[in-house]
C-alpha cells in the first residue's frame, strides 16, 4: 500500500483508457507516474487498450488522473473511457501486469520515425548499439509494419523470432528503462541484420559490410533497393544525371517525379528547395512525409528528377538505417518506391530480387520481416496549410470518429486510383494506407490483404461492402468472391462527402468535385460537378458543358484527345488526330460525353503543345500548372458563358477557350496561366449563381484537380473576396485516396441502404 497512509485514507480507481496507447511506451508511463505520486495498483494491455487500478491519497489520484491524459507521451493518443471509484485492494506495489484478452478496442499505431534519443545513441561509439540500424525504443521505431495481432506484445509481432540476449532483456524487463517492452527492441548482438546482395556475387552479411557496400555502389551510379520500414525503395545519385536515365529507363518512368531523401543536416535541401518554417517543420514532424516543395534555381539536383515540374517531393530520413545510409553517402538520395509502376511496394526480400533485378544493380535488405506494406505519405503545402495526397508510413492507419454510429461493420472499397480502403463499424472509421491503382493482379492482392488484415487487426468483421457505381473497377472480383450485401456510392457524391467529414458543423454545402473522371447518374463520365446540400441528399447544380471524348478513359493518357474533342465539339479541325478517329467520333462509337475538369486541364495541356502524351496519370495538368506559374496574376481571364440547359442544371461553356488556347501567338505560359485564371472566374460565377438559388455561402473544394495549387488558390480568393467562406481538406486527400471515406458517410446518411 502507499508508503504513509493508514487503511481508511486510501482511496481506489479504476481507468480504462482507449485510443493510441499500445506500442508507444504508455505503460511505463503509468508505472513512472504512479510511483512518482506514492501509488500502488496496477496497469496492464487489454484488447488494443490500457486498464489501470490506481490506489492512494485522494489528492494524489486527481493528479495522477490529470496527468494520464496531459502528461502522456508524445507519440500516443489516450482517450480516458471510464474512471471509476473502487474499493481498495491494498496492493503494495505499483505493477505491470501480464497482457489480457478483453472487449476490443484496438487502436493500431503507424510507424514511427527515428527519435532523437535514439539517433544520438545511435552515433555515440560508446554505446552498445553504435551505427546499429535497427535502433528504437518505446517513442519510435516501426508498428503497423511490425505488429501482426493484438494485444502488442512481441510474440505477436515479426520480431517473435530475434531472441533478446540479455542486456536487451534487462532492458525490455526494467519498467524505469527507456526501452521497457519497446517490442522492436533488439542490439547488434540479438537483432535484425543488414544484407547486401549483388546478383551473381557472395552475399555481405553484417550490419557494416553491408552498408559500406551499399553507399560504395551508389557512389559508384548504380541503382539500389534499399529495404526500409514499410517496403523498398529505389535508390540512386540526386545529383547524377546518367544513374537518374538508366533508373527512368529500366523502371519505365520517363516523366514522373522522383521523391528525394535529404541529409539530416539540411544543407543539401536548403541548397534544392525554397525553405520556410512551416515546410521544415512538417518535414521534421513524426510523421516524416514526402512534402512538395519549390526548386532552387540553379538546380543543386539532377534536372532528370522532375522535368517540367517546378518542384520536387523532399523527405528527410526516417529510419536509422536511412540515417547511417544518407550520412555515409554525404548527399541527397532518389527514394522512390521500390515497385514496378502503378504497384504496391515490394516488402519481402525474395520478391524484391524476382521483381525489381532488372531495376536495381544490388539490393540492400534485412532480415526483419515487414508485416504489411506502407509507402511514403505525400503532401504539398496549399492555402497555406498542408494537404495530404497520399497517406501511409507514419500516418496510416488513420482513426478517425464519425458524427452518428453506424447501423453495421463496413467495408469500403474506394475508388480504382489512388485506391485507399476504409473498415468503419460504430462510430469509428479506419483509413488504410494507400495501396495503389487497382490495374495490376498484385494491386488486387494487395487490397485483398489488407482488407482481410483490418478485419483481423480490429476484430471486426465487415457485414457489407460499400463501392463505386462504376462496372469496370478492378475490385468487382472482390464484391462477387466477399459474398457480401453491397451499397453503391456515386463517385462524386462519395468525393463531396468526405469533404463534409471533416466540417460537421456545415449543414449545408456547395461543394466543387472536379476531377479526371468518375461515372455520373446519367451515364456521363462526370468530373466538373458542382453540388448543394449535404451527405446523403446532395443535389447536382452545377457542370461543363459536355464534350464526346474519343476512346473514352484511354484519354486520360492522351491529353491529344481531350483536345481533339473541344475542337471536334465546335466544328473545328484537329489536323494531329487520325480521321477513323474523328469518323468514330462522329458516329458516338467509343466516345462517351464527360464534363470532367480534368479533361479540360488534359486539352488545355495539349492545345498549348505542353504535353500531348502522358506517361502517367496527371502529366499534363501537372505541367500546365507548372507553366502558369511564370504568368499567375498577370493575365486576365477568358469570360465563360454560363446558363442553365433544359435539365435546370447551370452550365459552363468552355469554347471561348479554344481560340486562345490556339493562338500560338501567346506564349505557352500566357494561355496555361489565363486558362487557370479563366476556371477560377467560372467558379465562382457558379457559386455566385448557387448562392442566390440557395443561400448557402459555405463552398468546399474536392476532387483531384484541387491537388493543383494555382488553380486551388485563385479560385479561393476570388470566392473569399465576394463573401465566401471555402473550405479544404487536412485530413484526408482531396483526391481519390479520401473516397473511401465519402462512400462510408454516404452509406451512414443514406435512406435507401442497399
Partial sequence: ????????????????????????????????????????????????????????????????????????????????????????????????????????????????????????????????????????????????????????????????????????????????????HAEPVACPVCGPQLIFVEPGEPEIKGNEAALAAAIEYLRDGYTLAVKGIGGYHLMCDARNDEAIDRLRMRKRRPNKPLAVMFPADGSALNQSVELDEQSLSLLQSPQRPILLLAKKHPEYLSSQIATGLNEIGCMLPYSPLHTLLLEGFGGPLVATSGNISGEPVITNNDEAQKRLHKVADAFLHHDRPIARPADDSVFRIIASKPRPFRLGRGMAPVELELPVELPEPVLALGAHTKNAIALAWKNRVVISPHIADLSSIKSLETLTNVAHDLQ?????????????????????????????????????????????????????????????????????LWGGEAFAGAP???????????????????????????????????????????????????????????????????????????????????????????????????????????????????????????????????????RAACFHASLARAMLQQAMGLREETGIDDVGFTGGVFQNRLLTEMAKALLEQHGFRVHMPQRVPVNDGGVCLGQVMEFLYSKHKQ
Fill in 1 to 180: 500500500m502507499p508508503a504513509g497512509l493508514p487503511n481508511e485514507k486510501i482511496h481506489a480507481r479504476h481507468f480504462l483508457i482507449t485510443g493510441q496507447v499500445q506500442g508507444v511506451g504508455f505503460r511505463p508511463f503509468v508505472y513512472r507516474l504512479a510511483h512518482e505520486l506514492n501509488l500502488s495498483g496496477w496497469v496492464r494491455n487489454v484488447t488494443g487498450s490500457v486498464e489501470i487500478h490506481a490506489e492512494g491519497s485522494e489528492e494524489n489520484l486527481g493528479r495522477f488522473t490529470d496527468a494520464l491524459i496531459r502528461q502522456a507521451p508524445a507519440i500516443s493518443r489516450p482517450k480516458l473511457e471510464v474512471t471509476t471509484s473502487v474499493p481498495p485492494e491494498l496492493h503494495t506495489l505499483f505493477a505491470i501486469l501480464t497482457s489480457r484478452e478483453g472487449e476490443a478496442h484496438i487502436h493500431v499505431p503507424p510507424d514511427f520515425f527515428a527519435c532523437e534519443d535514439c539517433v544520438l545513441e545511435m552515433n555515440n561509439p560508446d554505446d552498445r548499439r553504435y551505427r546499429y540500424p535497427f535502433i528504437n525504443c518505446t517513442q519510435c521505431g516501426p508498428r503497423y509494419t511490425l505488429i501482426e495481432s493484438l494485444p502488442y506484445d512481441r510474440p505477436r509481432t515479426t520480431m517473435k523470432d530475434f531472441l533478446l540476449c540479455p542486456e536487451c532483456e534487462r532492458e525490455y524487463i526494467d519498467p524505469l528503462d527507456r526501452r521497457f
Fill in 536 to 670: 446523403g441528399l446532395w443535389q447536382r447544380a452545377a457542370s461543363f458543358r459536355p464534350f464526346r471524348l474519343p476512346g473514352g478513359e484511354q484519354a486520360g493518357r492522351e491529353p491529344w484527345r481531350s483536345a481533339a474533342a473541344l475542337l471536334w465539339e465546335n466544328g473545328h479541325a484537329a489536323p494531329f488526330a487520325p480521321e477513323l478517329l474523328f469518323s468514330a467520333w462522329q458516329k458516338g462509337i467509343n466516345a462517351p460525353p464527360t464534363r470532367s475538369a480534368g479533361r479540360l486541364f488534359d486539352a488545355a495541356a495539349a492545345l498549348t503543345s505542353i504535353c500531348t502524351h502522358a506517361s502517367f496519370e496527371g502529366e499534363g495538368p501537372m505541367k500546365l500548372e507548372a507553366m502558369a506559374a511564370e504568368q499567375a496574376g498577370k493575365v486576365d481571364p477568358v469570360p465563360l458563358p454560363l446558363e442553365k440547359n433544359e435539365a435546370g442544371l447551370l452550365e459552363t461553356d468552355w469554347a471561348p477557350l479554344l481560340a486562345m488556347l490556339t493562338d500560338s501567338g501567346l506564349s505557352p505560359s500566357h
Fill in 456 to 524: 483481423v487487426l480490429y476484430q471486426i468483421k465487415a457485414a457489407r461492402l460499400l463501392v463505386d457505381r462504376h462496372p469496370n473497377y478492378g475490385y468487382r472480383h472482390f464484391i462477387r468472391e466477399g459474398r457480401l450485401p453491397t451499397f453503391q456510392a456515386w463517385h462524386h457524391r462519395a468525393h463531396a462527402s468526405a469533404l463534409a467529414w471533416e466540417f460537421p458543423e456545415l449543414k449545408e454545402w456547395i461543394v466543387f468535385a472536379w476531377d479526371g473522371v468518375g461515372l455520373g447518374e446519367n451515364g456521363e
